[in-house]
């Protein structure tokens, strides 16, 4: 069974630009979540998506968006980038059911905005 | 609001026990989670306690006290490859939210 997937790998972008970040869930889970984990924090939780809509926002401005497309693979944008936007973003996805449902996490993209 | 700590760092030596705590203040708790992350690598579920009490999965244990806000991950045996961040984390509200995640603490093994 294919694990979470994520692309791209690595992105570079200048401050000001907009960063378009990819994310594939395992097979048969709904719910995709973002996070944050910049250097020295720990994983922010950014944004959560189940069944195409969103259920949940950290504590991110509304330049952080995205969208979860029919077949539950999902979409982080973050518009006006900022230095400090800097960081590894990594998607997790789950079953949305009730019970011990254990978040599995992609190998993330390393933004990087100078 | 929601805080959870967990120590920063820690080492310890092969064939050891180390015990990782987290302690936790969260508006609700609907369970807690324990993921290894080695550098570079995504986090990887390890341990999952809803209930007060003791979980084993083969060399490394979680415990969890509710009425404390108390956890802690028990790694016996520790072998090298056991050097990585350990990373603690709330849900704090029904099934399906987002984890609160600790810090992490990084443990580094020595021979």
């Known amino acids: 069974e294919a694990g979470v997937t994520q692309s791209p790998t690595h992105l570079i972008k200048t401050r000001g630009q907009q960063a378009t970040l990819r994310c594939s869930p395992i097979s048969g889970h709904t719910s995709v979540y973002w996070y944050q984990q910049a250097l020295g924090l720990g994983l922010q939780f950014l944004l959560w998506?189940?069944?195409?809509?969103?259920?949940n926002r950290g504590n991110f401005p509304p330049r952080f968006s995205g969208r979860q497309f029919p077949n539950y693979s999902s979409e982080l944008n973050v518009n006006a980038l900022e230095l400090e936007d800097s960081a590894l973003y990594l998607c997790?996805?789950?079953?949305?059911?009730?019970?011990?449902?254990?978040?599995?996490f992609g190998p993330g993209t390393r933004l990087t905005v100078t | 609001g929601q805080n959870i700590d967990q120590p920063t760092e820690m080492t310890a030596t092969e064939g050891a026990i180390v015990q990782i705590n987290c302690t936790y203040q969260t508006s609700g708790f609907n369970g807690l989670f324990w993921y290894q992350q080695h550098a570079g690598e995504a986090p990887t579920f390890l341990s999952y306690?809803?209930?007060?009490g003791l979980e084993e999965k083969g060399r490394f244990s979680s415990f969890l006290s509710r009425s404390k806000g108390y956890s802690y991950l028990l790694l016996k045996e520790l072998q090298m490859k056991d050097s990585a961040s350990y990373l603690c984390a709330v849900r704090a509200n029904q099934a399906g939210t987002a984890l609160i995640f600790g810090k992490g603490t990084t443990l580094s093994v020595s021979s």
């Open positions: 997790a996805s789950s079953y949305r059911l009730a019970g011990v449902y254990e978040q599995y």
């Open positions: 998506y189940d069944e195409g809509e969103e259920r």
């Open positions: 306690n809803v209930l007060d």
